[in-house]
């Protein structure tokens, strides 16, 4: 069975002060937590987290990395300047660095790759748009991206890989997919992955990144193919993420 695993996204919030109560709020509830958690920081306030949570058993993550390993790349952060801070994490290709930021498929392709060869854990983020939905192309455009990253890796190299299922239109908008329909494309993603690999397929944790919140966590928690969150509002509150992930049944 895969252990469910829980990551909270803090995007673009923080502070020195904010930080540190919000960690020491998540390390003493998280004795009671059967899954594994992980807290996605922003670049500038890693090395005051990985310090914070040094032996607690949370894990610690960036929120992007950059598709080349060193250079002249202003602004960018490598996979080994990520390694540096001991991150195991690294979310690539979120609907935001797309939308916002214009990343191709084919760049989150290599940042993948770069975060693998870093023994990094990418969560590499797919998902539709609300246009793309009511168009009813909803596993068209998932396969799509899931492909265009597969495509590229070994067989054995997709164990490395978490993937998140973000529908677009629900992120912080409120909305929600339910959960039969957030299980149809979980169950989508775990076909794509077995088409590339069988061993990954069965072993590669999948989260749901549409505004889960704990008053929807347990009945998403419970299909088959969901193994966790990709949390973003929910987690800048020590409480709501605990409660997240104590929905686990």
């Known amino acids: 069975m895969r252990q469910k695993l829980f990551v909270g996204n803090w995007k673009m919030n923080g502070s020195l002060v904010a930080n540190g109560v919000l960690l020491r709020g998540i390390k003493e509830g998280a004795a009671d937590v059967t899954g594994e958690l992980a807290v996605c920081v922003p670049a500038p306030y890693l090395y005051q987290c990985s310090e914070i949570l040094i032996q607690s058993g949370i894990a610690l993550g960036a929120q992007d990395v950059s598709s080349h390993a060193i250079g002249a790349y202003t602004g960018q952060v490598s996979a080994r300047m990520l390694q540096d801070f001991g991150c195991k994490y690294v979310i690539v290709g979120h609907s935001e660095r797309r939308e916002y930021h214009g990343e191709t498929d084919e760049e989150i392709a290599n940042k993948a790759q770069r ?79 077995v088409e590339k690999s069988p061993t990954a397929g069965g072993q590669v944790k999948i989260l749901y990144g549409g505004s889960m919140r704990p008053e929807n966590a347990r009945e998403l928690l419970q299909m088959p193919d969901i193994d966790g969150g990709l949390i973003g509002g929910a987690a800048l509150k020590a409480t709501d993420f605990l409660a997240i992930a104590k929905a686990v049944i």
């Open 115 to 193: 975060a693998l060869a870093a023994r990094l854990t990418p969560i590499v983020c797919v998902g539709e748009t609300l246009a793309q939905k009511e168009a009813g192309r909803t596993r068209e455009v998932i396969s799509m991206q899931m492909r265009a990253f597969l495509n590229v890796l070994e067989p054995e190299e997709t164990l490395g890989l978490v993937i998140a299922y973000e529908p677009i239109w629900a992120i912080g908008t409120g909305k929600t997919a339910t959960p039969e329909m957030a299980q149809e494309v979980h169950a989508l993603l775990r076909e794509l992955l």
